[in-house]
Structures are given as structure tokens and as C-alpha cells.
């Protein structure tokens, strides 16, 4: 089990990572020793998102998974949403099945993070 003292070295080689931009496997173990999760950093970094590609996450999060459905939801033009869906399968943030998107785990992350957020914001205006 790691100390405290450990974990601080850790987050420093994390944080030195993000920093520079370089790319790394990142290994965490569970508490209790029985698993090792492992992402790409790119895949829990954020990159520079557009106004309006978190409502194409979240569409497509409700259910929306075709362009059709998606344009209609968050009521933008078909060849606005068509570059910011196909930007953020480049981005690693959707995959595409067909006709059909779906996030990936670190689009999944960045709609957690961002309904978390808004949650606590919320919070502390009541």
C-alpha cells in the first residue's frame, strides 16, 4: 500500500505529464490490492472543446445517436454538428457504429465531470 508521501510523488509525475503534453500509460491500483486500471492520458485529458460540443455529449448520452436525431436535439445546423461529432471521434471522445455514436470512456468521463460540476455549482448558489 502506498503512503501518503508516495501518493504526492505520484501526482507530481502527473501533474510534470500534463504540464508537457506528454502522452503515458497510467497504472492505478485499487485500494485493496485485487486490480490495476490502466488509460492512456490522452484519454482522461481534456482537449480544447468547442461552445456546444458538451450538448453533443450529452445527446448522445439521452439516447440521440444519429446525426438526424442529434442536429434535432441540440438545434444546430446538419453540417455544424456533422464537423464537431466527426472532430470529437478524431478526439477520441465518440466512436461510431454505422450510422450510429456512442461515447467512449472518456467521453463518458467528461459528462460525469461536467453533470458533477454543475451539480455542485448549483449547490452553492442555494
Known amino acids: 500500500m502506498e503512503s501518503s508521501g508516495m501518493r504526492v510523488v505520484n501526482f507530481e509525475i502527473f501533474s510534470v505529464f500534463l ?31 468547442e461552445p456546444g460540443d458538451m450538448e453533443i455529449l450529452k445527446a448522445i448520452k439521452e439516447g440521440y445517436v444519429r446525426i438526424k436525431d442529434i442536429t434535432r436535439k441540440i438545434g444546430r445546423p446538419v453540417s455544424t454538428t456533422w464537423r464537431r461529432v466527426n472532430r470529437l471521434v478524431k478526439e477520441r471522445y465518440l466512436e461510431k457504429d454505422g450510422e450510429m455514436f456512442r461515447l467512449t470512456t472518456k467521453g463518458e468521463i467528461l459528462v460525469q465531470i461536467s453533470d458533477v460540476s454543475r451539480e455542485v455549482v448549483f449547490k452553492k448558489v442555494e
Open 19 to 49: 504540464l508537457l503534453c506528454l502522452e503515458a500509460d497510467i497504472e492505478v491500483e485499487a485500494e485493496n490490492q485485487q486490480g490495476v486500471v490502466t488509460r492512456r492520458l490522452s484519454d482522461t485529458v481534456r482537449t480544447d472543446l
